[in-house]
């Protein structure tokens, strides 16, 4: 093991034992106010009463939101309704409506959203255009590899063998000198298109992608067609050492902004007014593009374009790892949003989508 990849390892264990060795025997969650403030940042708040929400679902959930039982982790919870937030709580601190947060895999809903912006202007004229059309010169001479196509990255089927246990750690601490081809050099555990494997692998190549034909990176992207048009000013985008935009994670954002980019969704890509997202792109991005391994009854979930599909509610979800969420319910015409101390393991801490659909269940079942 390099020395490099020692010290990188070191580091993460020690924040790890650091988080579990930190739990308090003190309460860590506080019960506040759900009332949303009116603020100058583009929302328009209402009572739940007003969009014929229950207040009894509400205060159902918000005790489960607030107790030590439940999502230790969790920051904030937000719910819109008809386009209004009538619901907003913290349970760590109060000023974290105005602190952003690491929302981890939510970034990879992000980066799809982004690409709909890319093949609206034109840059990629089919989603079976092969990824070794673009950039020939990153790809080994394997012609399974030379089939894999911009739609196998988008659906998590490009084949590749690299587990997000590794990921972080071989980009962020070993640094390969040309990330693609490190990438592309990995192992096939399928042939391209032909099993869904969630790895973080596919969106960073998609990122790649993006700035290839393009020139910008995906995070001027999202900053130019998707921040400004929305008011989201107040953010950090992570990347990698040659500059790359992180596809998979590393994007923080405000709870508020947060919900933003879900009732834009919402609404087929548009928000003040202002169609910022394709409509057809959204609708194509958020309905079932593949199976994925979640099939037990009554937690079934699929896979569009970097969204989790929820049949059961006829739902669509953003999900990064802690319990960060943009939970979609279009016939409701409602957003729930959470935000969550990033970095823990989901079956280790309870908070896994099957687990947030628990907590939410009292307002989709309203």
Known sequence: MSTRLTICSMILFLSVTSFYGCVPDSP??????????????????????????????????????????????AKSLLVVKNGKLVFEAYCRSAEDRDRYGHVQSVTKSITSLVFGMVQSDGYVTSLDQTLYSIMPEKFPSDAAKQSITLRHLLTMTSGLEFDNDDFSVKIYCDKPEDPVKYLLDKPLYASPGEKFYYRDTDPHLLSYTIEKVTGKTLAEWAYERLFVPLGISDYYWGSDHTGTTMGAHGLHLRPRDVAKIGQMVLDHGRWDGIQVVDSTWVAVSTREQIETDFTTEPHVYHYGYYWWILPRWQAFSAWGAGGNYIFVVPAKEMVIVMTALPDVDNEVMNTGLEHFEDLIGPLLKD
Do not use: M
């Open 28 to 73: 860590f969650k506080f019960e506040g106010s759900t009332v949303p403030d009116q603020l100058d940042d583009g929302w328009e708040v209402a009572p739940p009463a007003e969009v014929n929400i229950s207040q009894e679902a509400l205060d159902e959930v918000y005790a489960d939101f607030v107790s030590e039982d439940e999502f230790y982790n």
